[in-house]
Every structure is written in structure tokens, then in C-alpha cells.
């Protein structure tokens, strides 16, 4: 892989086309990390004054769907249907900007058959017994995506039973129906469903057109997925299909990846139930997108104290009117985002940046104009979208449930200590304070009172 400067192709919007979820199951962190990257690229570009058409898809036609959904007594389309509701949820949750266009499989079965005819015409697939296969030898450039050799790929490739290809390689663009399939479709080669790869061709030329500027996608889709997109694409129009592809890297718990095989999977939704979502964003930024991330709970809790230190800051640092924005932070903030989308250099960028609001100043112009500029960094990359005190009070809340502390005890004792500085009683406003710090409780006075936090 290499870097290439951003030239969108004529006429605008800059296409944008992520592959989406196989709704059959929750998504699982490392999905997550995956959109989340992709969701910065696109609230980036349009900051950097691009018009984007953001494109992501829903594969709602899929073995695992019908199997689960017969599994559970329902249409496959319901049980779809669940997950699409589900996934959205959790994208809120995660604060994931709603794409342009969620286009799903079900819908886009005319424009895969209008290819997959295309594609036969052109003598790159043929019919077999009710199923339609793409000739991979018909397609010189094959695996020049994953620049894999496709001699060895031969080698390790076969037929499996019930496949009705000609060569390993060839791969399946239609599938006939088998019997007892309620989730089928009429087509020229008789009743079937499209095959895995065709779905994103035809849903991403009906969007964006033959040619778009970026594919996106996890690591693993390289091969096989994009690179018989790619096949299927240029082998029916005769054009790029797109001008760059980014791939998101790995994510593994404690250096172990993520199988659903080895039952190490972490549910989005269950992650958000302990971390707050501005956290695990924060977490997720940590490292460049195309790298492996570590998921740790050392390395959640350190983002999690990250965002409540910025938080405090926020809260206390005024924001009135007055100064220029900080545009030599901006200015450093937008290099290193235009590396690459480099977040993790853009996050250093915003940590020094906090580091400078926390310095007694009595230039409150300045000060206001480099929150400001944190707000704006803090909105490109999906954080700071709360209230301060809203989200220091959430904050709060969560760990005094996770840490066990009783906060009727805490505000008592809190009582107390007012009660204890009013009458001028020091030693005991500060046997009051380490009591509280036995329980795990830090107090912290405020030109507005008491406040108070648990320790981490």
C-alpha cells in the first residue's frame, strides 16, 4: 500500500463507499472501529470544505440470515430487519454520522442481475445448473488489489460440494434456491439469490456510478471480497472502479484477535454499557487506522480519564467572546490529518492544545479562542458532543455503579465538610476529605462549591 494525494474525480460530491454490515448479529468492537475510522474520514472531508456522498451498505441476503432466521421461526427479512435496527442504534450510540445513503442487497437485485447479464455478455461468467460464476481466467487483472500470486492462489483454491463452477478460482455472482428458500428472487438462470461480492458492484454503481473516488473496508475484505469487486466491476463497465481504497487494520484483546471461533468477541452495545462512547472513539484514535489495535481494559480506562480530563477542562475554561480561533493549532491539527487521516497525531495536537488551557491565564480572549479550537477538532474526530456537566455527572454516575461507592454516604459526608470550612473547623474538613478518599472519592473545590469525582 502507498499514499496518493486526494484528487476527487469530476463532477462532485467526492463518493465515499464503505461496506456495511452482514446483519445477522450485534457488530463487535473491531466492526466498530472499522466505521468509526471511516466516519472521522467523512466528517473530516466535509471540514476540509468537500462535498461527500457517504455510502454505506446493509448485506441483508446472506446464508447465516436465512439459517438463523429459520433457527428462530422468523422471515428472513424480519430477522433482517432486527439487525438494521439494531446496528443504527448502536451507530448512535457510538455517535457515528448517518451516511448519505444505506442501500441494501434486497433492494438492488434488479441492477445485481443487470450486471451479472452484463458480465455473461462480455464472456467473463457463465451459468451453471441455475448458478452464474465469474471466469476468474477471463480476468487478467485478478488479485492486483491483495497482490497475491495467483498461482498459489490456484493451488490452494477448490470446488466445494454442491458448487458447480469450472475452475477453483471462478466465483459464485448468482445462487439458485435451494428447496425450501422463501428468500429468492426470479432471475434468467431461474430462482436464486445474488452471491456475496456482486451486491456491493451493483450498489455502489447505482450510487456513485462505475467510478468513485474511495472504497473502504476492514483489513480482511482485501481478499476475497474487494478484489472480486473488483474483477466484477471493471469486467462489466471497463473502468476503475474506484481511485483509492482504504482498509482499517485489526483489533485484538490483549494481543489475542478477535474470533468469533476462539468466543473472545466484545459486543459494541455491551463495550458502551461500561465505557462512555466519546471514550472508546477516543480509544479507537489511539492508532492509525491501518494498524492493529490492542483492546485492554488498562487501555479503556486510560481514554476514559483522557475524556474526563478534557471534560474538566471544558467545563472551567470560560468560552465567551473575543480572540481569533487558535489558527496555528488548526493549522497543526490539519497536517496531521491530511496524512492519512492521521488521528492519532491529530489527538496529540488536541492533547497539547488542553495542556495550554490548563495554564493559568488571565488572556481570556486567548483562552476562549483555543477552546474553541478544541471544540472544532474535538466535532471533526465525534467528541466533546455533550454539556460538560452533563457529561461529567454521567461519568460520575457510571463509575460509582461500576466502583460500588455509596453516594448517599459520599453526600453526606460532603455535608459535612461544608458544614465543617463554614465553622472555619479545618482539621476536620480534611479528616472529612481523606475519610473520602478511603472511599475511592476525590473532592475538588470550585468557585461554585464542592465537587466531587471517583478516583480511577
Known amino acids: 500500500m502507498q499514499k496518493e494525494t486526494l484528487e476527487p474525480a469530476p463532477p462532485v460530491p467526492l463518493g465515499i463507499y464503505v461496506c456495511g454490515p452482514t446483519v445477522y448479529h450485534w457488530i463487535h468492537i473491531g466492526n466498530a472501529r472499522t466505521f468509526a475510522a471511516f466516519d472521522v474520514v467523512v466528517r473530516y472531508l466535509r471540514y476540509r470544505g468537500y462535498a461527500v456522498k457517504y455510502v454505506r451498505n446493509y448485506t441483508d441476503v446472506d446464508d447465516r440470515i436465512l439459517a438463523r432466521a429459520k433457527e428462530q421461526g422468523k422471515t428472513a ?9 439494531e446496528f443504527r442504534a448502536d451507530a448512535r450510540a457510538l455517535k457515528m454520522l448517518e451516511p448519505d445513503v444505506e442501500p441494501r442487497v434486497s433492494e438492488h437485485v434488479a441492477e445485481i442481475v443487470d450486471i451479472i447479464q452484463t458480465l455473461i455478455a462480455k464472456g467473463v461468467a ?6 452464474v460464476y465469474f471466469a476468474v481466467s477471463k480476468y487478467p487483472a485478478y488479485a492486483r488489489l491483495s497482490r497475491r500470486n495467483l498461482a498459489d492462489l490456484e493451488a490452494g483454491a477448490r470446488v466445494e460440494p454442491g458448487e458447480q463452477k469450472r475452475e477453483p478460482l471462478d466465483f459464485a455472482l448468482w445462487k439458485a434456491a435451494k428447496p425450501g428458500e422463501t428468500w429468492s428472487w426470479d432471475s434468467p438462470w431461474g430462482r436464486g439469490r445474488p452471491g456475496w461480492h456482486i451486491e456491493c458492484s451493483a450498489m455502489s454503481r447505482k ?16 481478499f476475497p471480497h474487494h478484489e472480486n469487486e473488483i474483477a466484477q466491476s471493471e469486467g462489466a463497465s471497463g473502468r476503475p472502479l474506484a481511485r483509492y481504497w482504504m482498509h482499517c487494520g485489526f483489533l485484538d484483546l490483549e494481543n489475542v484477535k478477535m474470533s468469533k471461533s476462539l468466543g473472545n468477541i466484545v459486543l459494541l452495545r455491551d463495550a458502551l454499557e461500561q465505557v462512555d462512547a466519546e471514550a472508546l472513539r477516543l480509544f479507537f484514535f489511539s492508532t492509525h487506522y491501518r494498524n492493529q489495535l490492542s483492546f485492554s481494559e488498562k487501555a479503556i480506562a486510560d481514554a476514559e480519564l483522557r475524556m474526563e480530563y478534557f471534560y474538566e477542562t471544558l467545563r472551567k475554561v470560560d468560552g465567551g467572546d473575543g480572540g481569533p480561533e487558535a489558527a496555528q493549532v488548526m493549522a497543526e491539527f490539519e ?25 493559568p491565564s488571565k488572556d481570556k480572549p486567548k483562552m476562549a479562542g483555543l477552546k474553541r479550537a478544541a471544540l472544532r477538532i474535538g466535532g471533526v474526530l465525534g467528541l466533546f458532543g455533550d454539556a460538560p456537566d452533563a457529561w461529567l455527572e454521567r461519568h460520575r454516575a457510571r463509575m460509582v455503579r461500576q466502583r460500588g461507592v455509596d453516594e448517599a454516604k459520599v453526600k453526606a459526608l460532603l455535608d459535612g465538610r461544608a458544614a465543617a470550612r463554614a465553622a472555619k473547623d479545618y482539621k476536620e474538613s480534611d479528616r472529612i476529605r481523606d475519610e473520602l478518599k478511603g472511599m475511592g472519592v476525590e473532592v475538588m473545590d470550585t468557585p461554585q462549591g464542592q465537587r466531587w469525582r471517583v478516583l480511577p
Not at 457463465?126 to 448458478?131: A, V
Request: proline share 4%; glycine share 8%; charged share 25%.
Open 207 to 222: 450510487h456513485l456510478g462505475e467510478s468513485f473516488d474511495i472504497h473502504g473496508g476492514a483489513l480482511d475484505l482485501i
Open 126 to 131: 457463465y451459468e451453471s445448473q441455475g448458478d
Open 335 to 359: 497536517a496531521a490529518m491530511d496524512d492519512d487521516f492521521n488521528a492519532p497525531a491529530a489527538v496529540a495536537v488536541l492533547s497539547e492544545l488542553f495542556a495550554e488551557l490548563n495554564k
Open 77 to 85: 427479512p424480519e430477522f433482517a430487519q432486527f439487525f438494521i435496527d
